[in-house]
């Protein structure tokens, strides 16, 4: 709804009128909300491609923050420009960045998303491939631990559940899994649809 303002109740549950307003000085006007429309027009098959990788860059742009703090004194203590990233390494255009955060013992969570389903799309619902050691070219990694989504526990802690579904014959092919991360190679594997977290020690 672009514009919340109706005269009656639509009878949708709300028992009354919806009528929001938005008020500047002592004049109040109907609430419009505004947006941005994205439409693309692709070969048959080949949308997926462009949903998913202009849907990352809508729904998760970067965020500018700013602090009540002089540019100066703020630029002074601060390393303003770095990476870790080796400049010729990018992630695959079929993988997202979800998490990147310091904690405070210093040890980084990282969480990473692949981007399709199996089966969309030819080239991307495939196996996706991290290389840590290039994300990473600055710091030595010393330990990663695979942990839960919520990063609570490791994963090699975490009990599988088996359910059983009344009419399930199971005929369905397994899903796509990375494998474990390799200490020597620290490469991480992202099957379609797959999420995910490490910790990482340096």
Same mark, same amino acid.
């Given at each position: 709804?672009?514009?919340?303002?109706?005269?009656?109740?639509?009878?949708?549950?709300?028992?009354?009128?919806?009528?929001?307003?938005?008020?500047?000085?002592?004049?109040?006007?109907?609430?419009?909300?505004?947006?941005?429309?994205?439409?693309?027009?692709?070969?048959?098959?080949?949308?997926?491609?462009?949903?998913?990788?202009?849907?990352?860059?809508?729904?998760?742009?970067?965020? #500018? @923050?700013?602090?009540? &703090?002089?540019? *100066? +004194?703020?630029?002074? !203590?601060? /390393?303003? =420009?770095?990476?870790?990233?080796?400049?010729?390494?990018?992630?695959?255009?079929?993988?997202?960045?979800?998490?990147?955060?310091?904690?405070?013992?210093?040890?980084?969570?990282?969480? #990473? @998303?692949?981007?399709? &389903?199996?089966? *969309? +799309?030819?080239?991307? !619902?495939? /196996?996706? =491939?991290?290389?840590?050691?290039?994300?990473?070219?600055?710091?030595?990694?010393?330990?990663?631990?695979?942990?839960?989504?919520?990063?609570?526990?490791?994963?090699?802690?975490?009990?599988?559940?088996?359910?059983?579904?009344?009419?399930?014959?199971?005929?369905?092919?397994?899903?796509?899994?990375?494998?474990?991360?390799?200490?020597?190679?620290?490469?991480?594997?992202?099957?379609?649809?797959?999420?995910?977290?490490?910790?990482?020690?340096?």
């Amino acid at each position: 709804m672009l514009h919340r303002r109706m005269i009656f109740d639509d009878g949708r549950g709300v028992g009354e009128a919806l009528d929001e307003t938005v008020c500047a000085g002592d004049k109040c006007e109907g609430l419009t909300v505004r947006g941005n429309y994205y439409i693309s027009i692709n070969q048959l098959g080949a949308g997926s491609r462009w949903r998913r990788t202009t849907g990352q860059e809508v729904y998760s742009p970067i965020l #500018l @923050a700013f602090a009540h &703090e002089k540019l *100066e +004194d703020w630029t002074a !203590s601060h /390393l303003v =420009k770095a990476t870790t990233m080796d400049p010729n390494y990018n992630l695959p255009l079929n993988v997202a960045l979800i998490t990147l955060q310091e904690l405070d013992d210093g040890s980084v969570l990282l969480r #990473l @998303a692949h981007l399709y &389903e199996a089966g *969309e +799309d030819a080239e991307y !619902s495939t /196996l996706a =491939k991290v290389e840590l050691k290039k994300m990473f070219a600055g710091k030595a990694i010393k330990e990663v631990k695979e942990m839960s989504l919520s990063a609570n526990q490791e994963k090699s802690q975490m009990k599988k559940m088996t359910w059983k579904v009344e009419g399930d014959k199971g005929g369905e092919p397994a899903a796509i899994r990375g494998g474990p991360v390799d200490s020597s190679t620290l490469v991480v594997e992202l099957g379609p649809m797959e999420i995910r977290t490490f910790l990482l020690k340096s």
